[in-house]
């Protein structure tokens, strides 16, 4: 058995990753401010130079979309917002608080969505991404999409945490 050196008071991303928690309590009086949510949307899928992004893809196919649910948020009114990370920016949706929808179409349908400020969407094309490698099994395509996905979830976790927010996947 080889002992390593301690891993007390990390800082940098050891910190953020010691830091970074799931919660289902959140402060709905605290409505988010726009540039945190910028912050959170980039981390998720954001450009870092055309057409590479934040998070690894296979094959750099990017099928994952992320989708703004506005509920309290400076400067954006109640939606959905797809968000563009080319331009960096939000493309508007269905307008209104969509939070209690998404709540019920969760497999615990918990009242908790509905106190978040915004919800970030992780979506996909599965289909398409299992067309993006007809040379691979079948079912490729679709655990590259599962992949990609936690990677774009660990992003938003680590941001999170670095903002002092809750998150729960």
């Not at 400076?74 to 990370?85: A, H, K, M, S, T």
């Not at 679709?142 to 809750?166: D, I, K, P, S, T």
């Amino acid at each position: 058995m080889i002992s390593l050196p301690g891993i007390e008071n990390q800082q940098g991303l050891a910190g953020l990753l010691s830091s970074r928690r799931s919660t289902k309590d959140f402060d709905a009086t605290r409505p988010l401010e726009l540039e945190a949510v910028s912050r959170m949307l980039w981390a998720a899928a954001g450009s870092t130079s055309p057409p590479h992004r934040v998070s690894p893809s296979a094959r750099g196919a990017y099928p994952i979309v992320v989708t703004l649910v506005s509920g309290e948020v400076n400067g954006v009114e109640p939606g959905c917002y797809r968000y563009d990370p080319l331009d960096h920016a939000l493309a508007p949706g269905p307008a209104g608080d969509h939070r209690g929808a998404v709540a019920a179409g969760t497999l615990d349908a918990s009242d908790w969505l509905t106190a978040c400020p915004a919800l970030v969407l992780i979506t996909a094309d599965l289909e398409a991404a299992r067309r993006r490698f007809p040379e691979q099994p079948a079912d490729h395509g679709e655990r590259f999409v599962w992949m990609e996905a936690g990677h774009v979830a660990q992003n938003v976790y680590l941001l999170a945490a670095e903002l002092g927010f809750g998150t729960c996947l």
